[in-house]
């Protein structure tokens, strides 16, 4: 990651703070992209701390005006090479219980705020001569997750926009991957679980957990590693590929 320029939406927490953090203590100079610009501070408070080199921009990613500036902003003075999409939002409920504002609300960050943040890059790429793009799915694209209907339809979508542009900007040299993680250990959980279990927190987290084969959910560290790989030259080979890391989630039921 030496000497290479970074965009990570949504890193202002969990997953998309560890994978900041992971790229910057890798030599990326790291653009901390969020709507919580008191969060992405702290980030980018931590980056400093061991060494790294990052700078922090307030952004609504379903505002594309918005994203365009922004990135306006990040691209002009250097280039950017790698762009992390993965600020996005969650909802629970199944079809007959999701509302149109509940499903236009997660269509427009999920989805439209990745093609956002995609169009913003993409020709700052091809003059560039090549990048990565890198969008976070989950495992609720592929597999019939209860009460998830409009988030698994959002990170359905973002598999098939993923393998698109892999394919039409092929000849630019731009890979785009996207990695499907299942349940990550992050404050989104603990605060859900505070939210609808008060006082049985412990025994629905390990209930959680237990929907991995293996046993626990995986660590945002982990998900970082993975980022950290597929968005670097030792995966120059790899486009067009959604990458699970579901402790045996899609593959091991049953």
């Excluded at 921009?57 to 790698?82: G, L, M, R, T, W």
């Excluded at 694209?141 to 039409?168: E, N, P, Q």
Aim: hydrophobic residues 45%; aromatic residues 8%; contains cysteine.
């Amino acid at each position: 990651m030496s000497g290479k320029a970074a965009i990570i939406t949504g890193a202002g927490s969990g997953i998309g703070r560890a994978i900041a953090i992971k790229f910057a203590a890798h030599g990326a100079y790291v653009n901390i992209v969020d709507l919580d610009s008191a969060a992405a501070e702290k980030v980018a408070s931590e980056i400093s701390q061991t060494g790294g080199t990052s700078s922090v921009f307030h952004c609504d990613v379903s505002n594309q005006a918005q994203v365009k500036n922004v990135f306006q902003q990040i691209a002009q003075p250097k280039q950017i090479h790698i762009l992390v999409n993965n600020a996005g939002i969650s909802h629970i409920g199944k079809l007959e219980n999701t509302s149109e504002k509940d499903f236009d609300s997660v269509f427009r960050v999920n989805v439209k705020g990745f093609y956002n943040c995609m169009l913003a890059i993409v020709d700052h790429m091809k003059n560039a001569g090549g990048g990565t793009i890198l969008n976070m799915a989950s495992v609720a694209a592929w597999a019939g997750l209860a009460d998830r209907f409009a988030y698994s339809m959002s990170k359905g979508a973002i598999v098939a926009m993923t393998y698109s542009v892999a394919r039409d900007y092929l000849p630019y040299k731009i890979r785009c991957n996207c990695i499907s993680p299942a349940r990550v250990h992050t404050p989104f959980v603990d605060g859900y679980l505070r939210k609808n279990y008060p006082g049985r927190e412990a025994e629905m987290f390990a209930e959680l957990s237990a929907t991995q084969p293996i046993g626990r959910m995986a660590e945002p560290e982990e998900v970082a590693a993975l980022a950290l790989f597929l968005c670097s030259d030792e995966a120059a080979f790899i486009t067009g590929v959604d990458y699970p890391i579901d402790g045996g989630f899609l593959n091991l039921h049953g």
